[in-house]
C-alpha cells in the first residue's frame, strides 16, 4: 500500500506548510494529499499554491479557495474571512486565479484501502458543511464509497472509524486502519489550527495506521507578515492561540 500525507487548510500561512512538508520529507511517502482551502486568511496566497501545486498529488477546492475566484458566495463569510478574501482576490495572480478555478470538489483513488477526498461533508461537497462530531458520521458514510474519506473545513483534526455493524468511535491521536471498518478523517488544519494547539496539523496514512501529527513553526513570522499585509488583527492573534 502507498504511503500517504493528507494536509489541508493551508490558508496562505507559507511557515506552517513549509514546515509541514518538511516533516514530510522525513517520512516515507509516496504522495501528498491536499483537502483544500490553500487560501484565504493569510499573507502568502500565491507562494501557497505554487507550493502546493508541485508537491501534492491530488488537490481539491475549499470554500475559501472557490470564494476568491467568486465561484462560492462569500456572503456567508464572517467579516473577518470577508475581508482576508477579499485582499486574497486582489493579490492572486492570474495564473493562480485560473489554477483555483480549476481545483474540483472530490478526488477518488481506487485500490485496497480505497480513498474519497473533500473538504466539507461527503454527503454535500459544495454546501460546505462542518464535519464535527461522530453524529456527522452516520449519514456522511453513507454519501462515499470508498473505505476511507480524508476531509478538512473545521481546523479541528480528529478520526472516526466505524465498524462493519455501524458503531462509531473516535480517535485523537492514532488509528489502526481495520479491514471491514471504514473511516473519516478530519487532517485539521496547516495553517489556523482551532482545537487550541497553535501548532500546524496534518495526517500520515501508512503501514495501515492512521496518525495526527502535530508541527511548531514561526508563528511570529506569519503574524509580521500579515500585519504588513493589513489582514484583520482578530485574524493575527488566533494563530498564536490556535483557535
Ligand atoms: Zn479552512
Known amino acids: 500500500m502507498p504511503a500517504y500525507a ?3 487548510d493551508v490558508h496562505a500561512n507559507l511557515e506552517a506548510l513549509q514546515a509541514v512538508l518538511a516533516e514530510i520529507e522525513k517520512e516515507e511517502i ?34 475559501h479557495d ?20 477579499d485582499w486574497t482576490r486582489d493579490v492572486l495572480t492570474a495564473q493562480n486565479f ?22 466539507g461533508t461527503p454527503k454535500e461537497p459544495d454546501q460546505w458543511h462542518y464535519f464535527l462530531f461522530e453524529f456527522d458520521a452516520k449519514v456522511n458514510f453513507r454519501s462515499f464509497n470508498e473505505q476511507i474519506c480524508f476531509l478538512g473545513h473545521s481546523h479541528i483534526p480528529f478520526i472516526v472509524e466505524r465498524s462493519p455493524r455501524g458503531k462509531t468511535r473516535s480517535f485523537y491521536a492514532r488509528a489502526e486502519v481495520k479491514d ?7 487532517a485539521g488544519s496547516v495553517g489556523q489550527p482551532r482545537d487550541g494547539n497553535p501548532e500546524a496539523s496534518y495526517v500520515l496514512f501508512k503501514d495501515d495506521a492512521i496518525e495526527i501529527k502535530r508541527v511548531s513553526y514561526d508563528i511570529l513570522l506569519t503574524q509580521k507578515k500579515m500585519k504588513k499585509a493589513g489582514l484583520p488583527s482578530y485574524l493575527i492573534t488566533r494563530l498564536s492561540e490556535g483557535r
Do not use: M
Open 30 to 63: 509516496d504522495s501528498i494529499l491536499f483537502a483544500g482551502d490553500c487560501v484565504g486568511y493569510g499573507p502568502d496566497p500565491n507562494e501557497c499554491i505554487e507550493l502546493l501545486r508541485t508537491k501534492a498529488s491530488l488537490v481539491i477546492a475549499g470554500n
Open 6 to 8: 493528507i494536509i489541508s
Open 98 to 119: 485560473s489554477y483555483l478555478q480549476d481545483l474540483p470538489l472530490t478526488q477518488k483513488i481506487s485500490g485496497d484501502r480505497a480513498i474519497f477526498l473533500v473538504h
Open 66 to 85: 472557490w470564494g476568491a475566484v467568486d465561484l462560492t458566495d462569500v456572503r456567508d463569510f464572517n467579516a473577518y474571512a470577508r475581508v482576508a478574501i
Open 180 to 186: 471491514g471498518c471504514r473511516y473519516i478523517v478530519n
